[in-house]
Nanobody, 126 residues
Framework: QVQLVESGGGLVQAGGSLRLSCAAS????????MGWFRQAPGKEREFVAA????????RYADSVKGRFTISGDNAKNTVYLEMNNLKPEDTGVYYC???????????????????WGQGTQVTVSS
């Protein structure tokens, strides 16, 4: 059974930085799409960033391009989301997700993901 465990959330002032981690277990993740999504209060869950587990390709939502970086450590089975220049609108619960059977084309699509972590809260104060 695939398990995803996020950590690293917290409270930060606008302009600050946080690094989220997602520890994955339960299977081999070669060729898997790993994604980060977020959900603000009263809003739908939205795509933030994705990486092919090989690490060769990544994609980002327009709202975070140039500020967020997704990366992976194959040896540790861990995916990271480095978040810089945080804004109040980045506030929300951040979820890690794994899509084990879709192609890269679908890596930005929430419904393509099969497994989800429990989420970690990120709060950016103005």
């Amino acid at each position: 059974q695939v398990q995803l465990v996020e950590s690293g959330g917290g409270l930060v002032q606008a302009g600050g930085s946080l690094r989220l981690s997602c520890a994955a277990s339960g299977r081999t993740f070669s060729g898997v799409n790993m994604g980060w999504f977020r959900q603000a209060p009263g809003k739908e869950r939205e795509f933030v960033a994705a990486i092919r587990w090989s690490g060769a390709i990544t994609r980002y939502a327009d709202s975070v391009k140039g500020r967020f970086t997704i990366s992976g450590d194959n040896a540790k089975n861990t995916v990271y989301l480095e978040m810089n220049n945080l804004k109040p609108e980045d506030t929300g619960v951040y979820y890690c997700a794994a899509d084990i059977d879709s192609g890269w084309y679908y890596s930005g699509r929430l419904t393509s993901y099969d497994y989800w972590g429990q989420g970690t809260q990120v709060t950016v104060s103005s």
